[in-house]
């Protein structure tokens, strides 16, 4: 609270935000925006929780991102999520088609 009084952004921890949105194991990730500006970094995650949806907002002075053990920059981390993104919406376009055939 101090932080806040003064201005100050303070970040919550993966941990801590699973146990206030009291969600035991299904949560999902929808989206996730990065932005960077000179002061801190935002990293802007839309969280679905059944029933609910949940904007988490994580400040931080610089994040780190992983794809298994292997750390990546930042362009790479983005030319990873787009890739993904592409991938899931080919899958998702395929399942669609083969759905309406039956």
């Given at each position: 609270?101090?932080?806040?009084?003064?201005?100050?952004l303070?970040?919550?921890?993966?941990?801590?935000?699973?146990?206030?949105?009291?969600?035991p194991?299904?949560?999902?990730?929808?989206?996730?925006?990065?932005?960077?500006?000179?002061?801190?970094?935002?990293?802007?995650?839309?969280?679905?929780?059944?029933p609910?949806y949940?904007?988490?907002?994580?400040?931080a002075?610089?994040?780190?991102f992983?794809v298994?053990?292997?750390?990546?920059?930042?362009?790479?981390?983005?030319?990873?999520?787009?890739?993904?993104?592409?991938?899931f919406a080919?899958?998702?376009?395929?399942?669609?088609?083969?759905?309406?055939?039956?």
């Amino acid at each position: 609270m101090k932080d806040y009084q003064k201005g100050r952004l303070s970040s919550l921890d993966w941990s801590a935000f699973v146990s206030q949105v009291n969600i035991p194991e299904a949560y999902q990730v929808m989206s996730a925006e990065l932005t960077n500006n000179q002061q801190f970094t935002v990293l802007e995650l839309g969280v679905m929780g059944d029933p609910n949806y949940y904007t988490v907002r994580i400040h931080a002075e610089r994040f780190r991102f992983y794809v298994g053990e292997r750390e990546l920059l930042l362009k790479d981390f983005q030319d990873f999520g787009d890739m993904y993104w592409e991938h899931f919406a080919q899958k998702s376009k395929a399942t669609s088609a083969e759905n309406q055939s039956l």
